[in-house]
């Protein structure tokens, strides 16, 4: 019996110490994770145990040793932070940690943060035109244009476009969504065009615009005309192919560019349907032409 009794002290001797050993030679080390991420770090030794980490784990790591802890971000996301004991390497992917030092204490704690960034901003396209038989300078809020400009602009910026003429040139105003002939303030809220329209005074100027009309019925041939002396007549024509649909004169009358013209035209039933042409040609009182201006006309 007494060989019994100092058997099983012996055991619980030999535990006691084994459990003092591991408390002394090992770090107890916490990993806390939050978000769409993952920590990782190898085992130091044979006598340590590693960590794969999402969510919260714990490792015991050898004391004296210096383990190097990685933050990987899921797909799509991104890392925030490190925190506790790595606190000081920021947002670098890795963190090296000794296992020493804390009076003592044998334990480290590991905060890691990750998070998923905001969608990229959306963005629309502003294009400027610049349209007419004149020379002019268009520009403002980062364009700079010549013939034609376009710029990729976030969803909601307001910009302010500057419209000026060379030479002899008149500029006759902007097209929607602006009008006139003051500065075009514009705010991006999808893809949007805008026309800035010079003349030269030496000849008449006319502008054809696009429409759409059913086979049967009547619809309006709309136009903007000017001249410098402020009268002109018009020659139109709806076209299709080869065939002319419609021809119209408009006699000589005060035009001004500000204002858009129309003429009624019926069309006839056997009219071919598809994508006709409406052109337009200005002539002054000296006789002098504009340039022709042609335009869309969907028949349906």
Same mark, same amino acid.
Not at 38 to 50: E, F, I, K, L
Not at 130 to 140: F, K, N, P, Q, T
Not at 167 to 187: D, E, I, K, M, Q
Not at 228 to 251: C, I, N, Q
């Given at each position: 019996?007494?060989?019994?009794?100092?058997?099983?002290?012996?055991?619980?001797?030999?535990?006691?110490?084994?459990?003092?050993?591991?408390?002394?030679?090992?770090?107890?080390?916490?990993?806390?994770?939050?978000?769409?991420?993952?920590?990782?770090?190898?085992?130091?030794?044979?006598?340590?145990? *590693?960590? &794969? %980490?999402?969510?919260? +784990? =714990?490792?015991?790591?050898?004391? /004296? @040793?210096? $383990? !190097?802890?990685? #933050?990987?971000?899921?797909?799509?996301?991104?890392?925030?932070?490190?925190?506790g004991d790595c606190a000081s390497?920021?947002?670098?992917?890795?963190?090296?940690?000794?296992?020493?030092?804390?009076?003592?204490?044998?334990?480290?704690?590991?905060?890691?943060?990750?998070?998923?960034?905001?969608?990229?901003?959306?963005?629309?396209?502003?294009?400027?035109?610049?349209?007419?038989?004149?020379?002019?300078?268009?520009?403002?809020? *980062?364009? &700079? %244009?010549?013939?034609? +400009? =376009?710029?990729?602009?976030?969803? /909601? @910026?307001? $910009? !302010?476009?500057? #419209?000026?003429?060379?030479?002899?040139?008149?500029?006759?105003?902007?097209?929607?969504?602006?009008?006139?002939?003051?500065?075009?303030?514009?705010?991006?809220?999808?893809?949007?065009?805008?026309?800035?329209?010079?003349?030269?005074?030496?000849?008449?100027?006319?502008?054809?615009?696009?429409?759409?009309?059913?086979?049967?019925?009547?619809?309006?041939?709309?136009?903007?005309?000017?001249?410098s002396s402020g009268k002109s007549?018009?020659?139109?024509?709806?076209?299709?192919?080869?065939?002319?649909?419609?021809?119209?004169?408009?006699?000589?009358?005060?035009?001004?560019?500000?204002?858009?013209?129309?003429?009624?035209?019926?069309?006839?039933?056997?009219?071919?349907?598809?994508?006709?042409?409406?052109?337009?040609?200005?002539?002054?009182?000296?006789?002098?032409?504009?340039?022709?201006?042609?335009?869309?006309?969907?028949?349906?």
């Amino acid at each position: 019996m007494k060989g019994v009794s100092v058997l099983v002290v012996c055991v619980a001797a030999a535990a006691l110490a084994a459990s003092a050993s591991a408390r002394t030679l090992h770090y107890q080390v916490t990993v806390a994770v939050t978000g769409p991420g993952r920590v990782t770090a190898p085992a130091p030794d044979s006598t340590s145990t *590693g960590i &794969d %980490c999402p969510g919260t +784990c =714990s490792a015991l790591m050898k004391q /004296g @040793t210096t $383990v !190097t802890f990685t #933050a990987t971000p899921d797909t799509g996301a991104t890392f925030s932070g490190w925190g506790g004991d790595c606190a000081s390497a920021g947002t670098a992917p890795t963190c090296d940690v000794s296992m020493t030092g804390q009076g003592g204490n044998g334990s480290k704690s590991i905060t890691a943060g990750f998070g998923v960034p905001p969608p990229p901003a959306q963005k629309f396209a502003l294009t400027v035109k610049r349209l007419g038989d004149g020379a002019g300078y268009v520009g403002g809020g *980062g364009l &700079d %244009c010549g013939h034609v +400009c =376009s710029k990729q602009l976030v969803k /909601g @910026t307001r $910009v !302010t476009l500057l #419209a000026v003429s060379t030479g002899n040139a008149v500029f006759l105003g902007w097209g929607a969504p602006c009008s006139g002939t003051a500065r075009c303030s514009v705010t991006v809220h999808s893809d949007t065009y805008v026309t800035a329209t010079f003349a030269d005074p030496r000849r008449p100027f006319v502008d054809a615009l696009p429409g759409a009309v059913a086979r049967g019925t009547a619809t309006y041939l709309r136009f903007r005309a000017w001249d410098s002396s402020g009268k002109s007549r018009e020659l139109l024509t709806v076209e299709h192919g080869t065939a002319v649909l419609a021809h119209a004169k408009v006699p000589l009358r005060r035009v001004s560019y500000a204002r858009v013209e129309s003429l009624r035209w019926l069309v006839a039933r056997t009219a071919p349907g598809g994508v006709a042409q409406f052109c337009a040609v200005a002539i002054d009182r000296a006789g002098k032409h504009s340039p022709k201006s042609c335009a869309p006309i969907r028949i349906s």
